[in-house]
């Protein structure tokens, strides 16, 4: 089976469940809003696409002299563009280009060997996918716990400290952080690799389903890989996550205080509530209904920072990919991964937005 | 909540479940190199039991890995159609061509798959030459000279590459192959061409496996074959996933000369320089090749590793457009060679690690000269004003001059050069110099189409290990933009153009080494005369590794780890101790 399948099967599967799950239970206006948000996705995506291959063709340089360069006769350069359908009219690229996209079919990348795009994504995005959920998780996890923390010791030593934390980390270059980590973990203390999904030696004993290399240890029960790919994971993992942590603490603080002076949460202490249970089992529940909002919106700074963060820390992932293949006016592969962006952020809203609504009663679409 | 969250959970399980059991009925039918890590399992069933169980450990208990780091990608392990060194480097590890050069050396060939060398026909138009006897490819597959004859003509002779380089080293040069017997190959050649033995060392020429390269009616460009990728060569491919790693082991069948000293070598690519440092800094790899600025070296260097220098062949140069204002007037650009100080520019911006190049044919290759040093002095700036002011161009009438380059393609240290030629042109005091940054996609269009630009930088690596491949190309139809000659007739643009055109077409075609090399002098003579290109620099390789491996002390440049000055990486002659 594909790994692109297979990942989005993973992380399909469960979602489709949940949203099938929340479409018959649900109120009938949120039926509809999920309705009319699937139904928008389709246009959006179209629309995104195009204006992907108009600034595509716009902006100088081709597949062909990107690639060979000062090699290949002009004889041949004028073949291979023949032979990609780059001397065709304008509009039959865009139809065949159209075609494609709404056929799931992304075509041959129109350098390097002209892989089919979806091998190629197979490769990559489970590999971006293995690097995001986790930076994720670290970042909500470190914003939520901190911010909560901070909340609690208002206007304390420790509040101002996380607060500045929070703005100094979400102000640093992602490349520059991930670049310092490496500095110190890496090469000065040596406690992580310095780039790389796996230890080479111990690849070669991995069989690969999915790509994303800790599943696919855990599959195969692979422990050295398991540990091997974690391993590799940290750094990468922490750079991202970190990042992200500054906006989710700064917004978990302000919420949790804010709830802090609802009189619900005035009332629970009256009644002899232990003060932690009042913090994170009433007050930070609720305080987590726009945290929740915003991961929605981080996705795709996630997917940006992605770039980056697979750049430093050698990472072949869907990021690094489509900056080389913007490079070399890789048409086809650089459409089909916008498309599969646009489409996973459109994705992620949408279960983002469910999800709200599911949390917060009062939220009506 | 709870409920829900025990089904969803119960739920991804599943999807885990299903994904391992899907596993075992994997379909490898696809031609890509995407799911090339299942078809060792598929194919090698013994190895896919022991890969699951062993660890680290146990994979290196008696087994060596030499594990070797590069910026360099796999663009296609099709040899009819592969072109970029790396592809290069990994067929000539998989696969042995009939001819090769030896291991540390830059010009001596020694018979490889093939019994000795060949023998030109009296009228130099065939050339027959005879195959070892008993040869197999990896998976037992024999190599015959049919087999060979039929690789040639229905795949490199005709198949049109993806990258379309490929073939321009075969169907320019060749008409058809004959297999005479099962052993003796006969290549009809297209011309007289006196170095078609450098050619026969290429890897278009090396030897593919029929059962993954099919000829005859099934002949087509497989570019990412499935692994395990079996040659006629030391090692096959037993796994690679692209980006990321590749896996060669030892032949099991190879009966040539170089066996390989270690268990098996992993390849891990690199998208930046910075992370193959890294990665050598903390042991992730022992070699580090290809390709390493100036700063890092030193900085490896000074970490204690061995960084050591590797003769390359990779050229910089600046392309002279003879038919565009001011580079078509020849006291502008004699002027402009007189004002090049190549050493100023490999200490001030690469700390001494390139070499300065005085002649478009580089040091080490059959007749090269220092012809530029000798007719321009490099620098003279006495000699550049006062060709200069014989063209008019003063202190108080500066001659504009637009200078281009792309920043992006050759690595972080272009910038710096250009700036440094820069001050070298103005210190005229007669020019004033506008450097022109394009990114590669548009600037490499408008250089070789020879309208856009009157100077511009490009670089240039050998097709194959001739002056013919360092000097055709910039002088024959256009000339990659020097419009020396006509891009359509090919006819020269002045007498003398045309007569350094039909010197350099003499040379080709001469058999006779000897001539040839005399041929070639008069030609880069001839060449510096006109600037037709205005060689700059000799951007070396360099190799570093650790006091844990070592080359071969049977072969020569020993502590370049046997990389001579052809670039061919011979994994087995490395070893790790």
Known sequence: MHPLLLTFMIFGIPALIGLLYVFVRGTPSLRRYIVTRVALTIPMVLILASLVFLVLRIIPGDPVTSSLGPKGSPEVKEQMRANLGLNDPIIVQY???????????????????QRPVVDELGEKFPATIELIVPAALVALTIGVLFGTFAAVRRKRASDYGFRLFSVVIYSMPVFWLGLLLILVFGVWLGWAPTGGRIDAVINTTLERTTNMLTVDSLISLNWAAFWSALHHLVLPTLTLGLILSGVFLRLTRINVVETNEEDYIAAARARGIKERTVTYKHALKNAMIPVVTLIGLQVAILLGGAVLTETVFNWPGMGRYLVERIGLRDFTAVQSTIVMFAVFV?????????LYSLLDPRVRY | MKRSLTVFTLLLAFALVAAACSSSDEDATTTTGAAASSTTQADTPTTAAAATTTTAADTSSGETTLIIGTTDAISSLDGSDAYAVHDWELLKNVG????RWEPGSGDKLVAGSAEDFGAFSDDGLSYTIKLKSGQLFGDGTP?????YAAQINDRLLVLEGSGGVGPALGQPYLTSVEAVDDLTIKFNLSDTWGFFEQLLAGAPYIPLNPTQFPAGADAALVEFPEAPIYGNGPWYIDSYFLGETTVLKPNPKYQGSLTPQVDQVIIRYFDKPEGMRDALLDGSIDVAWRIL????????QDAGFNVETVAGGAIRYFIVNHTRAPSDDPNVYKAIASLIDRDDISDRVFAGFVEPLYSPVPVGFLGATEVFDDLYGSPDIPAAQALLEASG???????????????????GTVADSMQVISE???????????LVAQEWSEYIGAVIGGVDYSVSLLGWFYDYPDPDNYLTPFVANGGLGTMITDPDTGAGISAAAQALADKIAEAAANGDQAIRKTLYEEAQAMYAELVVTLPLWFEAEHIVYGDNVAGSDAFGSLEQLNIGATIEYNYATNSKG
């Open chain 2, 393 to 411: 161009y003063t202190a108080d009438s500066p001659l504009q001059l637009e200078v281009a380059y792309p920043p992006e393609h050759y690595g």
């Open chain 1, 95 to 113: 139809l065949s280009f159209l075609g494609d996209v709404v056929t799931l079919d992304f075509g041959d990348a129109m350098t390097s060997g």
């Open chain 2, 143 to 147: 190599l015959t000279a049919s087999g």
């Open chain 1, 346 to 354: 459109a994705l992620i809203s949408l279960a983002v937005d469910i």
């Open chain 2, 96 to 99: 042995e061509g009939l001819l």
């Open chain 2, 424 to 434: 070298q042109l103005e210190a005229s005091g007669a020019i004033e110099v506008t």
């Open chain 2, 293 to 300: 600025g100036p700063d890092i070296l030193a900085e490896l």
